[in-house]
């Protein structure tokens, strides 16, 4: 138990439609971290947030956005869904501070794009 | 930019038997180094992290990785497996401070027979 929650844990959509994803992060943990694993893939780093803003981002199209909010928790929002949307979404969060990188895991939200 | 190898897609080994997963990563510094477990449906649980230090890591589960700088390699061992470690193996590199973007590996899926 990492203290990380996700919400939904499984969506339906359909294609074209848009979905918001939550996660609550671990107490005490200032940044939070998005990534979207196909199946059979390992997990692909979409964005992350540092107290509120977007603080990296990988090589995902614009209608993957989010949002931090003050108590870091954190939305990740994606609008035109697109059948290859369809994966697990995992959110990581962790404590930004100097030489300390473990990020821990929350169970995920699996979507389904049909 | 960085990237993780994982050469075996999948390894089957007795229970009892050990067990060594590659990992080859491609870094421009010094990497920090993770290995992930994965159970089906699940999210990621860290087993263990390298930063600097001792080339040598434990982790939980009985595990043990080796970080290789000549050989770019940190390859995850366990001298006696049981039915329970049947999973999904990540291994990942990041790097330190609020930008903490992580790249995983493609996972090894290990089954373990009786």
């Known amino acids: 138990e990492t203290g990380v929650t996700q919400s939904p844990t499984h969506l339906i959509k359909t294609r074209g439609q848009q979905v918001t994803l939550r996660c609550s992060s671990q107490?005490?943990?200032?940044?939070v971290s998005w990534y979207q694993q196909a199946l059979g893939q390992g997990p692909q780093f979409i964005f992350q947030y540092y107290r509120e803003e977007e603080n990296g981002r990988g090589n995902f199209p614009p209608r993957f956005s989010g949002l931090q909010f003050p108590n870091y928790s954190s939305e990740l929002n994606v609008n035109a869904l697109e059948l290859d949307d369809s994966a697990l979404y995992l959110c990581?969060?962790?404590?930004?501070?100097?030489?300390?990188?473990?990020?821990?895991f929350g169970q995920g939200t699996r979507l389904t794009v049909v | 930019a960085q990237s993780v190898t994982q050469p075996d897609i999948h390894i089957t080994v007795s229970e009892g038997a050990s067990l060594e997963l590659r990992c080859n990563y491609s870094?421009?510094?010094?990497?920090?180094l993770f290995w992930y477990v994965q159970s089906p449906g699940q999210g990621l649980q860290l087993l263990l992290k390298?930063?600097?230090?001792?080339?040598l890591v434990q982790g939980i589960k009985g595990f043990e990785a080796e970080f290789k700088r000549s050989q770019s390699s940190f390859n995850l061992r366990k001298p006696s497996v049981h039915w329970s470690d049947a999973a999904e193996y990540f291994c990942a590199v990041g790097r330190e401070g609020g930008y903490q973007k992580v790249t995983f590996g493609t996972g090894t899926k290990l089954q373990v027979i009786p």
């Open positions: 390298y930063f600097s230090g001792d080339t």
């Open positions: 107490s005490g943990h200032n940044t």
């Open positions: 870094y421009g510094a010094t990497p920090y």
């Open positions: 990581a969060s962790s404590l930004a501070v100097q030489g300390n990188t473990e990020a821990f």
